[in-house]
Structures are given as C-alpha cells and as structure tokens.
Nanobody, 112 residues
Framework: QVQLVESGGGLVQPGGSLRLSCAVS????????MGWYRQAPGKERELVAS???????NYADSMKGRCTISKDNAKSTVVLQMNSLKPEDTAVYYC??????WGQGTQVTVSS
C-alpha cells in the first residue's frame, strides 16, 4: 500500500511563501508522474503542478511564475514551493501519485 504524507501547510499573509512537502512510502521513480492538487471550499479539485518521471513540469495558469515543483527520487519526496501567495490560493493541497494515490491533504490559508 502506498502512502503519501503532506506537510508544510499553514497560515501565511498575502505575498508570503510556503513550501509543501510530500513524503511517499514507495520510490517515486516507479510512478509515471507526481503532482499537487488543491481544493477550495465549494470548488472542484484542480491541478496546481505536476512533474513527470523525466522531470518535465506543468503548472496551472494561475500558478505559473509563482510556484515550483521538484522531486528527490532518492528521498521519495515531492516539493511544491509557492511564492507571492494570494487569498485565492487558500485551499487544501493534496499530493498525488499517478495511479490514483492521494495524500490526506494539508491546509493552506492566505490571509492578513
């Protein structure tokens, strides 16, 4: 059974930064891709960023230029660095591994 555990969420002021980390119980190289999604209250879950086995990245238009996804195969972790955060970035952020594996989510709240 694969486990994904997110950490790094919290309360941050507008314009601030957060670094989310996802620890995976299996070597992430075995997955076709990894990603971060988010879900705000009353909204559908949406892709924030993804990274392929080969390191190709993809970002939601709303996050381009404000976040970076990276991975460490040796440590089986995926990191999402978010900068210039806005109130509309408030959501529960979920780590995803291709094949339908999800973490429990970590809350990000952007508010003054």
């Amino acid at each position: 059974q694969v486990q994904l555990v997110e950490s790094g969420g919290g309360l941050v002021q507008p314009g601030g930064s957060l670094r989310l980390s996802c620890a995976v119980s299996r070597n992430i190289f075995s997955f076709h891709g990894m990603g971060w999604y988010r879900q705000a209250p009353g909204k559908e879950r949406e892709l924030v960023a993804s990274i392929s086995t080969g390191g190709r990245t993809n970002y939601a238009d709303s996050m381009k230029g404000r976040c970076t996804i990276s991975k460490d195969n040796a440590k089986s972790t995926v990191v999402l660095q978010m900068n210039s955060l806005k109130p509309e970035d408030t959501a529960v952020y979920y780590c995803n591994a291709a094949g339908g594996y999800w973490g429990q989510g970590t809350q990000v709240t952007v508010s003054s």
